[in-house]
């Protein structure tokens, strides 16, 4: 049975070119989560989508069809588009990158597209891209139920000590360990997933402006995070090592 979905609160992906004319693009839209779409002659000059079919411009899809990939029947433009330059960029590349690898299809978060949209507001004002990025990507993995226990052991319960060490293990959470952490800034080896109490803690409020905290912050992500993505590597990822060495 055909299915006919008009005007739904969308944001492009993810797209690229198909067959001569047309382009296949992921959405994710508010109702109905994450989508393949066909948008049928986008990429030729005269088509009125091609101009609206960009990353973090929030629209209004139209589509239909009767099987898993839809084909694009019309397109507006729902609010102004947001503009990203730089690390900001990259960014939101990235979070783009989790949500097409990570989001099951036709799976509604109407949760996580909020999320999505206040990390993009987020994105592209003054806030520290390092806070932005983690909040998102802890509400993505508890919208997705990886959410990570940054309150207590999982195994006593008892609530997370500052000056103690914790093992963090994806999928599990943290347990009680008798290592040192060495500060939380190990990158090597068996210390990998420790942590300290006090850098959980700062992760949970999200106060990351100590640089020991933010690196915690993002090793932990990476670990808990990458139970999931798979050997694949993000393309995005790159983008980061290319800028920072393009600095150096």
């Known amino acids: 049975m055909e299915s006919r979905v008009h005007l739904q609160p969308a944001y492009v992906l993810h797209r690229h070119a198909f ?8 959405f994710f839209t508010i109702d109905y989560g994450r989508g393949r779409t066909v948008a049928k002659g986008a990429r030729s000059a ?20 009767k099987g898993d990939m839809k084909t694009v029947t019309g397109i507006e433009s729902g609010h102004a588009a947001i503009n990203l330059e730089g690390q900001r960029l990259f960014s939101g590349l990235y979070i783009n990158e989790l949500l097409t690898r990570l989001m099951l299809n036709h799976v509604e978060h109407k949760s996580l597209y909020k ?21 998102f990507e802890l509400s993505l993995l508890s919208e997705l139920g990886y959410g990570i226990n940054l309150e207590s052991d999982c195994h006593s319960h008892e609530p997370i ?29 068996s210390n990998t997933r ?50 920072e060495q393009a600095q150096e």
């Open 19 to 26: 067959q001569n004319t047309s382009l296949l693009v992921d």
């Open 46 to 65: 005269k088509s009125k989508y091609r101009s609206l079919l960009q990353l973090f411009h929030p629209l209004l899809v139209s589509f239909s069809g």
């Open 115 to 135: 999320s999505y949209q206040d990390a993009l507001v987020s994105l592209q004002g003054d806030e520290n891209i390092e806070i932005v990025l983690r909040r």
């Open 161 to 189: 000590e500052s000056a103690k060490s914790y093992r963090f293990t994806p999928d599990i959470g943290f347990e009680l360990s008798q290592e040192s952490s060495h500060g939380g800034t190990s990158v090597g080896g």
């Open 194 to 243: 420790l942590f300290l109490g006090e850098h959980i803690q700062a992760i949970q409020q999200l106060q990351l402006d100590d640089s020991d905290a933010s690196r915690a912050a993002k090793r932990l992500l990476r670990l808990a995070l990458n139970a999931h993505l798979g050997e694949k590597p993000l393309m995005s990822r790159s983008l980061f090592v290319s800028s």
